[in-house]
C-alpha cells in the first residue's frame, strides 16, 4: 500500500517562510512526477508545482520567485520551500505523486493534507 506523509505546515506571517515535506512509502516500482497542490474552501484543488524525476520543474504563476520545489529520489520525498508568504496563500497543502506499481499500473497517490496558514 503506498503512502504519503506530509509535515511542515502551520502559522506564518506575511513576509515569511515555511517547508513542507512529502514522503511516499509502500511497495512500488518507480515514482514519476511529484508535486504540491492546495486547495482552499469552495475551489478546487490547483497545482502549486511539480518536478519530474528528472528534475524538471514547473510552478504556478502565483508562486514564481517566491517558492521552490525540489526532490530526493533516493528517499522518496519532495519539499517545497515557501519564501515571502502571503495571507491569500493559506490554504491546505496537499502532496501528489504518480507512482508506477506493478500490480495495478500508473496511479496517482495524494497525501492526507497540511495547513498552512499566513497571517497579516
Known amino acids: 500500500q503506498v503512502q504519503l506523509v506530509e509535515s511542515g505546515g502551520g502559522l506564518v506571517q506575511a513576509g515569511g517562510s515555511l517547508r513542507l515535506s512529502c514522503a511516499v512509502s509502500g511497495r512500488f516500482f518507480s515514482i514519476g512526477v511529484m508535486g504540491w497542490y492546495r486547495q482552499t474552501p469552495g475551489n478546487q484543488r490547483e497545482l502549486v508545482a511539480d518536478?519530474?524525476?528528472?528534475?524538471?520543474?514547473d510552478y504556478a504563476d502565483f508562486v514564481k520567485d517566491r517558492f521552490t520545489i525540489s526532490r530526493d529520489n533516493a528517499k522518496n520525498t519532495v519539499n517545497l520551500q515557501m519564501n515571502s508568504l502571503k495571507p491569500e496563500d493559506t490554504a491546505v497543502f496537499y502532496c501528489?505523486?504518480?507512482?508506477?506499481?506493478?500490480?495495478?499500473?500508473?496511479?496517482?497517490?495524494w497525501g492526507q493534507g497540511t495547513q498552512v496558514t499566513v497571517s497579516s
Open positions: 518536478i519530474t524525476n528528472r528534475g524538471s520543474t
Open positions: 501528489k505523486a504518480v507512482v508506477v506499481d506493478v500490480r495495478v499500473g500508473v496511479r496517482d497517490y
